[in-house]
């Protein structure tokens, strides 16, 4: 086929289905990379910083519970001693909570990893915590205060250092989704424009060309006349 040989209505039809199809082409590949952007931003928010506050929370909980077992060597009261107690359990099951949805949700093998190495610090403190609380329960506050400072002190100091390694890996693998998702964005941008520029020329040699199609006839007939 010819191209120099066909109609106006030929060309034009040509040149605006390829602008069609780049213009299809840009949108295309803008729809993709947002929702790739979109997936990530959603990983970021929903799953990485969720996880986080799960792991401060159970920090948080841990303090408070310390703070508790501490009140029950100072207090007198039965009454409030049980008090103290009984909050313990409530803080505790909150903790659990937070451990569950950690256990349905991490998925990478360093991840577990850290999970696997937290919960065994976390049962070694338990079982300890326990035994503390049988002493109070007891009244052998002496016994209760010598295995705060001696024993369950030390394992608190364990069980906090696997949360705090799960919640470094957590903000490592989160800051690393935050810089691909800038990267993407770039990408997109860079991809977007070059798309469009190329469009332009295209237009621009489409214009060209139909114009020529349309003004050498004429010119041709200006000449003869």
């Not at 840009?26 to 990530?40: D, I, K, P, Q, Y």
């Not at 929370?57 to 009984?86: F, V, Y």
């Not at 693998?173 to 941008?189: F, H, L, P």
Request: aromatic share 6%.
């Amino acid at each position: 086929m010819n191209f120099t040989d066909m109609k106006i209505s030929s060309r034009l039809m040509l040149g605006f289905g390829i602008l069609t199809l780049l213009i299809a082409l840009m949108g295309g590949v803008s729809l993709v990379r947002t929702n790739h952007v979109a997936e990530a931003f959603d990983a970021v928010v929903h799953d990485r910083y969720a996880k986080i506050a799960a792991l401060n929370s159970i920090k948080d909980g841990m303090n408070q519970i310390a703070r508790l077992l501490r009140n029950t060597l100072i207090m007198s009261s039965p009454g409030d001693i049980k008090a103290q107690l009984d909050e313990v359990e409530v803080v505790r099951k909150g903790m659990a909570e937070h451990w569950n949805m950690l256990h349905a949700t991490v998925n990478s093998e360093k991840g577990k990893a850290l999970l696997a190495s937290a919960e065994e610090a976390r049962s070694a403190y338990v079982a300890v915590h326990q035994k503390f609380v049988g002493l109070i329960n007891a009244g052998r506050f002496d016994e209760a205060r010598a295995q705060l400072l001696g024993e369950l002190r030390p394992l608190q100091m364990a069980y906090f250092a696997g949360v705090d390694g799960m919640i470094a890996h957590q903000r490592a693998v989160m800051d690393e989704d935050a810089r691909q998702t800038a990267s993407d964005i770039v990408g997109m941008k860079t991809l977007i424009w070059l798309v469009g520029a190329l469009a332009v020329v295209i237009a621009v040699l489409m214009s060209v060309w139909i114009i020529r199609a349309i003004t050498r006839p004429l010119d041709q007939a200006v000449s003869i006349a």
